[in-house]
């Protein structure tokens, strides 16, 4: 029962918030309250409250970046206050968003003299950045079929089932048909020979995906490029291609520069990359990049001069921060090739090192490929004592958030783990991981094991850990030896 107490002379001198009446009352749920409360008193009560929230730097579901230099995070707090849109009141910051689509739009190749400008726009995240490219091929293919005195109204996109949910919010939004190529077990991405199967007349373009969400794989772009060239050259289509690149358009062109997956193939129109991901910014951030000024039609810009100059805008919301994007800006120029590459060589390492871990208990089939992604993706050989929604439960009770999830249609028998490994997950926590997923799976194998005569239960249990226990003890054996060589270094030192 709550007992009211108006505030009193003390409550104001008194700087406790645990010493004064706010922490007998709850938070307002429903209603804006009509007294006031002191600033140290609201966020004591909110940060207590966001306590229960996962820690991001162990929730392995997400690809967002969740730690970046206090520099950086000095830049965004400076920041924070400025819209983005007042171009004219803020040039420096337009300055550092163009500086970024020209660095982005050279990383993928894109065609450009010396100080030419390149065509792109900073996005709130991937899913608007494809929004605007979905939009330009719809409205270029649109304008195309008009001219030649042909039907306009049936437009359609082919992608693989395998795709992020904001094709499919796009497709509906924007009245496209979505043509999916169904995966298969083993083959888990798009199959380039299907796509093009599905193109015809009215295909506004087939969207590839560089670092598919559910196991981190590359599609094969070069292969989509060279058979839908030979479509094209058949049919007399000039059918383009998009690069949905959010996860791996940051990670191939350091780990994988020999890769012909962008601008370099000659139907590939544009890219969508998340800068939030392995472009290594906090969440809110994306940039769409156009081959030639050409495949962005003009009658999709905006210009407005209310905010005392001339603005082209194409996006699809008005007010957004800056802070993502000099964000954006510091990390680029502060990192450079070399720092990319070496942050993204780790990712690498330490994926592998999950993956050979996991491979050793036997228990596992690894679903994730070595190029691609530095993700880890895996199921379970034999599902009949418990499955990997049960595994990620029990992960949860030592902090972990590894999601479980099905497969696509005409795979969703096949159920999936995956560990997301960004630049702060160092290879202690990989080993910690390990550790616990062992220690998980020793639990289960026990809370499993049916009641049986003593001799058959015993042989089963030595054979539990020989297999598992003997792995955990292992890895937990590598962090202390790691742990003990930092403390000899720091003493050295």
Not at 128 to 151: H, S, V
Not at 240 to 269: C, N, Q, T
Request: glycine share 4%.
């Amino acid at each position: 029962m709550a007992f009211p107490k108006h505030a009193s002379e003390s409550d104001i001198f008194l700087h406790s918030s645990f010493a004064s009446r706010f922490v007998r009352d709850s938070l307002p749920r429903f209603s804006v309250p009509q007294d006031s409360m002191s600033r140290e008193a609201a966020y004591q009560s909110i940060h207590d409250e966001l306590q229960f929230d996962a820690v991001p730097k162990f929730n392995l579901a997400s690809f967002v970046t969740t730690s970046m230099e206090e520099e950086c995070n000095k830049l965004i707090m400076e920041s924070i206050n400025k819209n983005y849109v007042d171009m004219d009141e803020y040039p420096i910051t337009t300055d550092l968003h163009n500086r970024c689509v020209n660095m982005i739009a050279r990383l993928f190749h894109a065609e450009l003299e010396e100080n030419e400008n390149a065509i792109g726009a900073g996005t709130v995240g991937s899913s608007e950045a494809i929004m605007l490219a979905g939009l330009a091929f719809k409205k270029k293919w649109q304008n195309k079929r008009k001219a030649e005195g042909k039907p306009y109204d049936k437009p359609n996109l082919v992608t693989g089932s395998n795709v992020q949910v904001c094709w499919e919010k796009f497709a509906r939004y924007f009245e496209v048909e979505l043509r999916e190529v169904e995966v298969r077990e083993g083959y888990y991405v798009m199959d380039p020979a299907k796509a093009v199967e599905l193109v015809d007349e009215n295909t506004i373009c087939v969207a590839a995906i560089l670092g598919s969400t559910y196991n981190g794989e590359f599609e094969d772009v070069k292969l989509l490029n060279d058979l839908l060239l030979q479509k094209n050259k058949q049919s007399g289509w000039d059918t383009p291609i998009h690069v949905d690149a959010a996860s791996g358009g940051f990670v191939a062109p350091f780990l994988y520069p020999e890769l012909e997956w962008d601008f370099r193939l000659a139907l590939v129109k544009s890219i969508n990359v998340s800068g939030h991901k392995y472009g290594l910014v906090y969440a809110g951030i994306g940039w769409v990049i156009w081959r030639t000024k050409d495949d962005l039609p003009e009658d999709l810009v905006f210009h407005i001069n209310y905010l005392g100059a001339d603005q082209p805008t194409f996006t699809l919301n008005f007010s957004k921060g800056s802070s993502q994007i000099i964000a954006q800006y510091y990390q680029l120029i502060r990192l450079g090739h070399e720092g990319y590459g070496s942050i993204m060589e780790n990712c690498r390492e330490n994926a592998m090192v999950l993956k050979e871990d996991l491979e050793k208990c036997g228990r596992f089939n690894i679903l994730s490929k070595d190029d691609g992604v530095p993700v880890v993706a895996f199921s379970l050989k034999d599902r009949r004592q418990y499955d990997e929604y049960k595994i990620s439960e029990m992960l949860r009770r030592h902090g972990w958030i590894v999601p479980a999830y099905p497969m696509p249609p005409a795979a969703q028998h096949i159920n999936v783990l995956r560990v997301v490994i960004r630049a702060e997950f160092s290879r202690t926590l990989v080993q910690r991981l390990v550790f616990d997923i062992y220690n998980v799976l020793l639990e289960l194998e026990k809370m499993h094991t049916p009641t049986i005569p003593n001799n058959i239960k015993e042989e089963k249990m030595m054979l539990i850990k020989s297999e598992v226990k003997k792995s955990a003890m292992d890895a937990q054996k590598e962090v202390i030896v790691q742990e003990s060589n930092k403390r000899k270094k720091i003493m050295a030192s």
